[in-house]
C-alpha cells in the first residue's frame, strides 16, 4: 500500500533524552513535513524538505532537528534543547510536481510524552 | 504573511443536521488554493477538498458541499445530513506563497451525537 508510516505510535522522553521520530513515504514524493499539534491548536510547522539533502527551518524549528539522505526518510529528532516536547507530531509529503498546490497526505502521527 | 482563521472553535449537533464550518483567509497572492482535512479521533489527517481561486462556483461531492467567496475570503464547508462518523476536528489550510508550505487554521471541532 503507498503511504506514509509514522513510528513509534506512541513515545516517551526521558529528562535530558534525545529522541528520534520516523516518517517514511513510499509515494515518491519530494517534499516532507514536520508538524507540531497541541491539544486544540492547529498544525505548526517545524521543519521541511522540497529536495533530498536539503531542509529548511518552519515556524517553531529551535529544539528540533532533521536530515533528508534519503527521498524516502524524513526522520526527526526532538533533542534536549525542547522544553516542552509533549505533542502529537505529524508527517506528511507532497509532490512538487504542481507547485506549492499539490495536496499535502499524512501519516498517522506520534504522541509524545515527557516522563 | 497567509493566514486562515476559523473562528468557530467547537460545534455540536444531532445526527441528520446540517454543519457549516466558517473559513476566512487572507493572501497577497492573487491565484491560490484552499484545502479542507479532516482529522478523526485516530489523529490522522485526512485530505477533503482543495480549490481554485479561480472558480468561484459551488460544488457539491455526495454529502459534502463548499462555499467560495474570493470578494469576502471566506471559504465555508457544509456537511448535509450528518452521521455520527463525521464527527472530527476540520481543518482550512492555504498555501504560502511559493514556499510548498501550508498555513493551518486552529480547527473546529464538530461533534456529532446520534
Known amino acids: 500500500d503507498g503511504g506514509i508510516t509514522q513510528s513509534p505510535k506512541y513515545l516517551f522522553r526521558k529528562e535530558g533524552q534525545n529522541v528520534t521520530l520516523s516518517c517514511e513515504q513510499n509515494?515518491?514524493?519530494?517534499?516532507m513535513y514536520w508538524y507540531r499539534q497541541d491539544p486544540g491548536q492547529g498544525l505548526r510547522l517545524i521543519y521541511y524538505?522540497?529536495?533530498?539533502?536539503?531542509?529548511q527551518k518552519g515556524d517553531i524549528a529551535e529544539g528540533y532537528s532533521v536530515s533528508r539522505e534519503k527521498k524516502e526518510s524524513f526522520p526527526l529528532t526532538v533533542t534536549s534543547a525542547q522544553k516542552n516536547p509533549t505533542a502529537f507530531y505529524l508527517c506528511a509529503s507532497m509532490s512538487v510536481l504542481a507547485g506549492g498546490t499539490d495536496i499535502q497526505y499524512f501519516g498517522a502521527g506520534t504522541r509524545l510524552s515527557v516522563l | 504573511a497567509q493566514k486562515v482563521t476559523q473562528a468557530q472553535t467547537e460545534i455540536s449537533v444531532v445526527e441528520k443536521e446540517d454543519v457549516t464550518l466558517d473559513c476566512v483567509y487572507e493572501?497577497?497572492?492573487?491565484?491560490?488554493?484552499l484545502f479542507w482535512y479532516k482529522q478523526p479521533p485516530s489523529g490522522e489527517l485526512v485530505f477533503l477538498i482543495r480549490?481554485?481561486?479561480?472558480?468561484?462556483q459551488n460544488e457539491i461531492s455526495g454529502r459534502y458541499s463548499w462555499n467560495f467567496q474570493k470578494s469576502t475570503s471566506s471559504f465555508n464547508f457544509t456537511i448535509t445530513a450528518s452521521q455520527v462518523v463525521d464527527s472530527a476536528v476540520y481543518f482550512c489550510?492555504?498555501?504560502?506563497?511559493?514556499?510548498?508550505?501550508?498555513?493551518f487554521g486552529a480547527g473546529t471541532t464538530v461533534t456529532v451525537r446520534a
Open positions: 524538505s522540497q529536495i533530498v539533502n536539503d531542509f
Open positions: 493572501t497577497r497572492d492573487t491565484t491560490y488554493y
Open positions: 489550510a492555504l498555501p504560502s506563497d511559493n514556499d510548498y508550505k501550508l498555513s
Open positions: 480549490r481554485n481561486s479561480f472558480d468561484e
Open positions: 509515494l515518491n514524493h519530494d517534499a
